[in-house]
């Protein structure tokens, strides 16, 4: 009989030992942390330019700019590191104040606007360079052409206001066009390009707060 009290107690007391012992989480670590919301924005139109620069019969420089563009870009890092960023501009809209040029930078010689009306740019990485100083890296299509760019990027800052949070942003390149089919070479009297081949790229970007 004591026997079967002492085998009692001792099952007893396994039992409520194992009441008191942590319960085992079986769910995947991926499960036990929250997703962060990315933060969105989106290109404000009336305060943003997209403008390029090339030189003219090698002693000048003539200035141009694309007029209808948009993009987005998304991040979930407070330094914007992870930032996705996605960007189009109309070909059609190139604007030199010259009919006669804007014309023929839509041709085949140039854009060929009628059969590539788009310019595309992909971001793959934003990179942190100290400061409010980033890089930029992503493929840029002109024509039907694909390749790496990067830009050099000074953030702005974030302003807030009654109207939503704006962020400025301001992103310099140089490519060459060659690379991209815009093709004309036309030489000068002394042998250097009408058109040079270097062309310096400048974004002075504006981006609104998509509300959540």
Do not use: C
């Not at 704006?166 to 009297?189: S, V």
Request: proline fraction near 3%.
């Amino acid at each position: 009989m004591k026997r079967f009290f002492f085998s009692m107690m001792a099952i007893g007391a396994v039992t409520v030992l194992v009441a008191f012992l942590p319960k085992q989480n079986n769910q995947p670590a991926a499960m036990e942390t929250a997703v962060q919301t990315p933060v969105k924005w989106t290109v404000d139109k009336s305060h943003t330019n997209v403008k390029f620069a090339v030189t003219h019969m090698v002693v000048a420089e003539t200035e141009g700019s694309f007029k209808v563009f948009d993009g987005t870009v998304e991040h979930t890092k407070a330094d914007w590191s992870d930032a996705k960023i996605n960007f189009s501009v109309d070909v059609n809209s190139i604007n030199t104040d010259n009919e006669n040029r804007d014309k023929h930078l839509k041709s085949d010689d140039f854009f060929n606007a009628e059969k590539f009306p788009v310019i595309t740019f992909a971001g793959t990485k934003f990179t942190p360079k100290g400061g409010n100083k980033y890089e930029l890296t992503g493929n840029l299509t002109i024509r039907d052409v694909t390749k790496p760019v990067k830009f050099d990027v000074t953030f702005g800052g974030i302003a807030t206001s009654t109207r939503g949070d704006k962020a400025g942003f301001k992103a310099k390149t140089t490519i060459n066009r060659f690379d991209y089919n815009l093709k004309w070479d036309r030489a000068t009297e002394a042998g250097g390009l009408v058109v040079g081949k270097d062309v310096d790229v400048t974004v002075l970007l504006e981006l609104n707060k998509a509300k959540q």
